[in-house]
């Protein structure tokens, strides 16, 4: 689809947080947007942080800590429909109080569609779009397998959802069914190719006749990474190990330390930029269960192994998960050897688990969501000219 002769497409994309998986979808969606239409205009912005920079910071940090110090709190608090109904009120006033800052993007983008990766940027388009009538399609694009009441807002034309059962969930809701959109949630495209494991094998230096493990816990490396590595390094199971740190640098010096005198082969990475190529070499992912991160592992049909999952959207991505038969959860680190040693002795059980991975991978997710954006942006365009009408020569 290249719509470059027509009238060119304004597409704003709002996310929150810079380092996140909300950011990480609208960059594939962006992407996905200029290559199916090079001229069209499709700037990102995080739209908490434009409206509401210093509360973007106090929510933030409140978060961490409620994670960090009580975790269960957030689990109370996430899609609870009596919290969602006692805070309409300051929701209310918040989405009123942006409209000014809303306007100035508007303004600024002139865009014929918004797309937001997150609920509160979403609800803020969706209030001012209706109170000033706009003619302006809103897409909300769901990036974890736990739909919350939050999303749902009168003038959001499309939902774009991971999975059948969230669409089911909306539509108990009261959403329309044909507002959704069972597409995904959009990764890099580099995730829908199959890699050649020969020249990753031989640059890594990994052994063929190994299982390959990927410990991963997002760009923090939150989670018991430590743990599980001390734990499979004294399994009796020949293994390989490959683990991205993130921003922990403690961790990540204690990996190069512990690699030195390792007896089984230990990688460490900072950041890597060729995860897909790591997924590809990769036997099982050990992660937190983060949507993007998710659906980049089912893309590559990788199963999994969660320890430990938070409460709120981590624990509903890992029921998901579960309930579909692609990955185990190991509940305390004192197991964690045992269970993979386990799994890594049970073939038959692995095999089955990346089907079920690939089964439910939707590695095209960003071009989808591009493809319906700007066709929805032609049609509307088709609907607003009028017809020629039709010369009859009179004989």
Avoid at 64 to 78: E, F, G, L, N, T
Avoid at 222 to 251: C, F, H, W, Y
Avoid at 276 to 296: Q, V, Y
């Amino acid at each position: 689809m290249n719509l470059s002769g027509s009238q060119k497409r304004r597409i704003l994309l709002l996310y929150i947080s810079k380092v996140s998986g909300h950011r990480q979808a609208t960059i594939a969606i962006q992407r996905a947007l200029r290559k199916l239409d090079p001229n069209v205009e499709a700037p990102s912005i995080n739209g908490f942080g434009y409206t509401y920079p210093f509360l973007e910071k106090v929510v933030n940090s409140a978060y961490m800590a409620v994670i960090r110090r009580a975790p269960h709190i957030w689990d109370s608090m996430y899609d609870n429909p009596k919290l969602v109904k006692r805070s309409q009120f300051i929701q209310n006033f918040l989405h009123k109080a942006s409209h000014k800052k809303i306007a100035q993007l508007f303004k600024d983008y002139q865009p014929d569609t918004v797309v937001c990766t997150q609920a509160f940027p979403c609800g803020m388009v969706a209030d001012y779009k209706i109170s000033h009538s706009l003619d302006v399609t809103l897409v909300a694009v769901l990036t974890d397998f736990a739909p919350h009441s939050f999303w749902i807002h009168e003038g959001i034309d499309y939902y774009i959802v991971p999975a059948a059962e969230l669409k089911d969930r909306f539509v108990k809701k009261g959403v329309p069914p044909d507002k959704i959109k069972v597409y995904g949630i959009p990764i890099r495209a580099k995730f829908a190719v199959q890699l050649d494991k020969n020249p990753i094998r031989e640059k890594l230096g990994l052994r063929a006749d190994l299982p390959t493990l990927l410990l991963m816990g997002g760009g923090q490396g939150l989670g018991p990474i430590k743990e599980a590595v001390t734990s499979l390094l004294r399994v009796p199971t020949d293994l390989q190990m490959i683990v991205i740190a993130g921003t922990n640098t403690e961790l990540l010096k204690w990996l190069q330390d512990t690699a030195r005198t390792s007896p089984k082969k230990l990688i460490s990475y900072e950041y890597a930029n060729n995860v897909d190529e790591l997924m590809e070499m990769a036997t099982l992912i050990i992660t937190k269960p983060g949507g993007m991160t998710t659906s980049e592992a089912l893309a590559k049909g990788l199963p999994m192994a969660i320890i430990n999952p938070l409460p709120g959207q981590e624990m509903r991505n890992t029921d998901f998960l579960l309930n579909k038969g692609i990955a185990i959860r190991i509940d305390g680190t004192e197991d964690i050897g045992e269970e993979i040693d386990l799994l890594l002795r049970s073939p038959e059980r692995l095999s089955a688990m990346r089907r079920a991975a690939s089964d439910h991978g939707k590695p095209h997710a960003a071009s989808d969501v591009a493809s319906l954006i700007l066709q929805n942006a032609e049609d509307s365009e088709d609907e607003g000219v009028e017809e020629e009408p039709s010369v009859v020569s009179e004989a």
